[in-house]
């Protein structure tokens, strides 16, 4: 399944990349909504499950979650073509295209001089939010690309990948190599007072929080959570989305979170992501990728997978 997506993707970059120089802007904006339209009735399954998700927000009519499922649903594969035209994001097109909420937030949180940690959730705008950001104060991110050398799929989607974000001005990868640590290179940023992008959906993390989530619980993984608290550096939430009706980008930039514990971080964090969700449901395409599972104990909460 892994390799179909990386096929996928990179016939998709080899078909609507040079479209990108071809058309305008909005037009190559409008092809999206189109081409996302028409896969979106190849997803019920996780249509199901989104729809199970959503009664987590009990506030909800029916009418609601069903606005909410088919706006989302719609947008799932927008991030794989929204990919293609990063570099595209001018401060004109930013100007015109996006909306960006809390930017106050950020500035308060670097005015600390302690760096940064800009922590999302992935949702389905993500290539899109991180440039436009970075537009205002530069975003550092860090990044692994280990199929370089030889030829393969994998090889020529990480090289697209690579070209990609190098192209991009506002935004600067550190990549690294197997021996290095991944911790002691955002720690290094923090002490410089930049801001490091870093997620907290926990595909990759070895160790979790369960925090409050709605009327239920959420595994959010450890590590942002304590590099804010070794570092002494604010997390600032950040979310987006894409209006479909409007063509706009919304970024909603959070409260900085300065918490005594690892933990009350991962709770603030998950209390600020409601927060966002009640407001803006049909921003994170992730609600089909969210999973009930039970612990030893038979308690139940929810695992977030990347998409």
Known sequence: MEKAKILFYTISFLIFRPLSYIIPFRLYIELIKILSFFAAPFFNKRKRIAKNNLFLIQDFSMEQINIALNE?????????????????????????????????????????????????????????????????????????????????????????????????????????????????????????????AISADGLHAGKFFLVPFFNKKIKLPVGFAKLSKLFNAPIVPIFSGFDRKKNLFRVWLGNPIFSQTPKMAAEAFSAQFQEHLKKYPSHWTGWWRMKLVKDEKGEEFFQIYSI
């Open 72 to 196: 989302g649903i719609k947008s799932i594969y927008t991030h794989t073509l929204l990919d293609f035209i990063i570099d595209k994001w001018s401060p004109e097109n930013s100007k015109k295209y996006v909306l960006i909420e809390g930017k106050e937030h950020l500035q308060q949180a670097l005015a600390g001089g302690k760096g940064v940690l800009l922590t999302f959730i992935h949702s389905n705008t993500q290539n899109v939010y991180l440039p436009c950001v970075g537009l205002i104060e530069k975003v550092y991110i860090i990044a692994i690309l280990e199929n370089l050398n030889r030829f393969s799929i994998n090889s020529i989607h990480d090289k697209i990948r690579e070209h990609l974000w190098e192209s991009i001005r506002s935004t600067k990868f550190k990549y690294l190599n197997k021996k290095e640590s991944v911790n002691s290179k955002i720690g290094s940023l923090l002490k410089a007072s930049k801001i490091v």
